[in-house]
C-alpha cells in the first residue's frame, strides 16, 4: 500500500511510505510510476520504502505500484497497490478586489475617512496582511471572503489611496 501525510491538496513535495504484506526484494524507484511528477529520495529494506514525489504542474499527482514491482522470499511477485493521488495546487490568486471610502467621492479618502477594502480569493487562503496607504489595516472574514479596514489619519495625504495584499496561501 501507498501511504502518505498529504490528503487533498499540497504545494509542496508529497512524501510516501509503499508498505508490502512482507519483506520483498527487488523493489526499487523505477518501480514507482509517477503522473505529472518524479520520485527521489528514495529508501527502505524489507517491508517498508519511502520516497518523495516532486510535482511538476499543478494538478493531480498519481503514483502506482504495479503488480510484479517486488517479491517475497518464497517468490511470489507483489500484487499492485491502490493509487495514490493527491492535488499538487501552487496557484493562490484574488479573483475580485474593491477598495473605496466613506467619502461622498467613494474613489477618494480624507482625513477621518473609513477606507475598506474587500477582496475574495480565488480558493479558501489564510489570513493575509493588508496595508493601506502603507499602514496596517484591520482584516477580517475568510476563508474566501475577506474586509480590510483603516480610517485615514493626519499623516495621510488627501486623494487616491495605496494598497497592498500580502502573505497570501492556501
Known sequence: RIQSPVSGSTNAPIPITIVFKSPVTGFD?????????????????????????????????????????????????????????AVYDTVVGLSTVTIR????NASLAVLGDRVTLSFT????????????NGVGATVTGGPVNWTAY?????????????????????
Request: avoid cysteine.
Open 29 to 85: 524507484v523505477a518501480d514507482i510510476v509517477v503522473v505529472n511528477g518524479s520520485a527521489g529520495g528514495f529508501a527502505g529494506s524489507g517491508d517498508t520504502y519511502t520516497a518523495t514525489i516532486i510535482p511538476v504542474v499543478d494538478g493531480d499527482v498519481t503514483v502506482d505500484i504495479p503488480a510484479g514491482a517486488a517479491q517475497d522470499a518464497e517468490g511470489n511477485l507483489s500484487k499492485a497497490a491502490r493509487r495514490f493521488t
Open 121 to 132: 480569493g480565488g480558493e479558501p487562503l489564510n489570513t493575509p496582511t493588508v496595508d493601506i
Open 101 to 104: 471610502s466613506n467619502n461622498p
Open 150 to 170: 483603516r480610517v485615514m489619519n493626519a499623516g495621510d495625504p488627501d486623494g487616491s489611496v495605496t494598497f497592498t495584499i500580502s502573505g497570501i496561501q492556501d
